[in-house]
């Protein structure tokens, strides 16, 4: 979501420190100090030494044997240990009946009903909800509840922001049973649910988790926070935080009806909790327009969660529309969903050509010698979302600018089909030819076949990531094969050796 936001005066008032807000001591204890100090006697002795011991007994009883109503079932513990799935998280999309059949073909790239856990909500059921059950399944539509009772003061706002934000208390609501992991996203936000569910295993469902992204655009962030998780780009709450949040939520959207966005409500009522953002870099807001070609060819260390703002940008590969470029990425993810859009750099150091790989996506080649940190900054293919001369573009991320001649970019080559079998995958790349460039002969192959092996990794890897090696092999007529491939120990991502 992006919003535009008018200063407000702030309402809020601020509370004196109260000593209420001091930390209690710990009596027991410090009667037992006062004790030793004053008296010695070996029977006193024993007597600490019994205190200590029921202190100790106090101290430690909560762990063992907590008050029968918060008692945890073993099925509980258990779950907690065993691995997070897709069945742990339901995602919770909000729609409306406007936007319903035009976004039903981004929800169909992510939702299948066996595989996916989730609810439409919406305000009212869109013209033929009754028949939408046609080819493809989409998530059962949930009706809003009435939201009329709550402030929304925020002038040329959509009040709608308060029935979405309530789309996390409705859905806690609903005793849905085995959730560890609400994830909220709009109806143009698609996500690659695994993995959104292997990057929430990392977390501990059991404590309190808000987890997401905030904007590429630092005058947004600056807008809104940027500690805040914005909507669009879909976020995450731990099921124990969002049972919390459900039962508070209505008492802090009577208090932020200055805001705009629906986001901007959660985030105040988390913050309110006490609660801050865990980040997670692969969750896109995407608040740009134009050509994504250069976020897509530079995705962070990170797997790639969600995308948002389709509508507002080109299709992601050429020759296509938006629907069937994201049905093509998504082919690709399906495969190796880790490995999507992860950058790999190889050089070719007979031929000095470096080629930038991101996964399932493209390929860039470039003459000479390339270091890998300038090829981690993203090319500026795409303009701000406001639009106007004027408008400051300041961005979350290091760029670095995309040549409007397309003779003086490296060549690119844009994935066109990825197979699979027991020994590994290939995924190829055609060249993508713009204008009347002269190609010298080192680029002049029209293919590049790389191969690699799913990438698997480890919670722990997942916590510690290392980006990934490649070589470039013997090339065979107009093809060049590259090779990805964990690096050595001491590997260097480099053309010298
Ligand atoms: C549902 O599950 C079955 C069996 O696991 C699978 O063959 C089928 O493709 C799934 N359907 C969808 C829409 O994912
Ligand atoms: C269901 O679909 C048919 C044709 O596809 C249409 O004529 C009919 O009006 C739809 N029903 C509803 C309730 O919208
Ligand atoms: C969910 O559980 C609560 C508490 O047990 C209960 O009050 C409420 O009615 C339940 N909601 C639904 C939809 O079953
Ligand atoms: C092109 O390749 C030929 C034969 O391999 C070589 O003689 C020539 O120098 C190359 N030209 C360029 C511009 O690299
Ligand atoms: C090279 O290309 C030609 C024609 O495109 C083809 O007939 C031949 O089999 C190819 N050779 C190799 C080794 O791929």
Redesign the pocket.
């Known amino acids: 979501m992006f919003h535009r936001r008018k200063k407000e005066p702030s309402t809020s008032t601020t509370l004196p420190i109260s000593n209420l807000d001091a930390p209690m001591p710990p009596t027991a204890y410090t009667s037992t100090t006062a004790f030793l100090r004053n008296r010695t006697s070996p029977f006193k002795s024993f007597i600490f030494a019994l205190s200590l011991l029921v202190n100790l007994y106090l101290l430690l009883t909560p762990l063992w044997a907590p008050p029968s109503s918060t008692l945890p079932q073993p099925k509980t513990i258990l779950s907690r240990l065993s691995p997070t799935t897709r069945r742990h998280v339901l995602f919770a999309v909000a729609s409306s009946s406007l936007s319903w059949h035009r976004r039903l073909p981004y929800l169909h790239l992510w939702y299948?009903?066996?595989?996916t856990r989730a609810f439409a909500f919406i305000d009212r059921p869109p013209p033929s909800v009754a028949n939408s059950t046609s080819s493809r399944?989409s998530p059962p539509v949930v009706i809003s509840g009435d939201t009329s009772a709550f402030p929304y003061t925020f002038r040329g706002g959509l009040r709608s922001a308060i029935r979405v934000a309530r789309v996390v208390k409705e859905v806690v609501d609903r005793n849905e049973t085995e959730v560890r992991w609400f994830v909220f996203g709009d109806d143009d936000t698609v996500f690659f649910v695994d993995n959104v569910v292997r990057t929430l295993a990392k977390y501990d469902h059991s404590e309190w988790f808000y987890v997401g992204s905030n904007s590429e655009s630092y005058e947004q962030n600056v807008k809104y926070s940027f500690e805040m998780a914005f909507g669009g780009g879909g976020f995450a709450i731990s099921y124990s935080l969002a049972r919390v949040l459900a039962r508070v939520l209505d008492s802090c959207l009577k208090r932020y009806g200055h805001l705009y966005g629906s986001d901007s409500r959660i985030y105040s009522c988390v913050t309110e909790l006490g609660v801050g953002l865990t980040h997670e870099p692969g969750f896109h807001q995407l608040d740009m327009r134009g050509n994504l070609f250069g976020i897509m060819a530079a995705h962070p260390l990170s797997p790639l969660l969600s995308l948002h703002h389709l509508d507002a940008v080109e299709p992601l590969f050429p020759n296509m529309n938006r629907v069937q470029a994201l049905e093509h990425l998504f082919a690709a993810a399906k495969v190796d969903p880790v490995r999507i859009l992860q950058q790999t750099v190889c050089y070719d150091r007979s031929n000095s050509l470096t080629f930038s790989v991101s996964w399932g996506f493209a390929i860039q080649v470039y003459q000479g010698n390339e270091l890998l940190p300038d090829l981690l900054s993203l090319q500026r293919t795409f303009v701000p979302w406001r639009r106007g001369s004027k408008v400051q573009a300041n961005f979350m991320f290091n760029t670095r600018d995309y040549p409007r001649d397309p003779c003086k970019r490296p060549s690119v080559f844009f994935m066109k089909r990825v197979t699979s079998d027991k020994r590994g995958i290939w995924s190829n790349y055609g060249r993508h030819v713009v204008g009347n460039c002269f190609d010298s002969n080192a680029t002049g192959f029209k293919q590049i076949i790389v191969f690699s092996r799913k990438l698997e990794l480890s919670i722990e890897q997942m916590k510690a990531p290392r980006r990934q090696c490649c070589n470039v092999l013997p090339t065979s007529n107009d093809t060049i094969s590259l090779h990805i491939r964990q690096c050595g120990a001491d590997e260097l991502i480099s053309m010298q050796l």
């Open positions: 299948s009903p066996n595989a399944s």
